[in-house]
């Protein structure tokens, strides 16, 4: 089963049975990690998505789940970290991760804590963002 990355750090979901003697995935079958090869027949490609398949099957959903949310909250950070931010796309980043964590609370597991502390995070780098880009009203005479 693969690790889940979050802002605290790389975490690895208990593992179900046996699963936890068995090596990482590899398209080819084996243990090489050199990465599958650039052309793969349309057997090998055909049994590397059915692997891939049994082992998201074999993943909880609350993991898989709160992966996405972890997407969103890269895109985000993507978007405001241009120069300058981007923030018309970082707001709907920011956006659909809080409607799924707001829909989805309290069925996310270990991970559910951090993605929280990570919407706030995204947010209030938001605001900050937004505001600089923002003519001050006082320095422009406006009240």
Known sequence: MSSLWTPSGEHFPKNEGNDAARPPFTPSGGTDVTGPSPNPSQAEAEAAVEA???QLASTPAEVVVANHCYGLFELAAIYLSQSPPML?????????LGALLDGLRGRLG????ALH?????????????EGAERPDAATTGQA
């Not at 270990?110 to 804590?113: G, L, T």
């Not at 502390?117 to 963002?129: H, P």
Request: glycine share 4%; aromatic share 6%.
């Open 52 to 54: 891939m398949r049994a």
């Open 88 to 96: 018309f796309q970082a707001r709907l980043a920011i956006d659909g």
């Open 110 to 113: 270990e991970a559910e804590p």
């Open 117 to 129: 502390d990570s919407l706030s995070q995204l947010r209030l780098a938001f605001v900050r963002l």
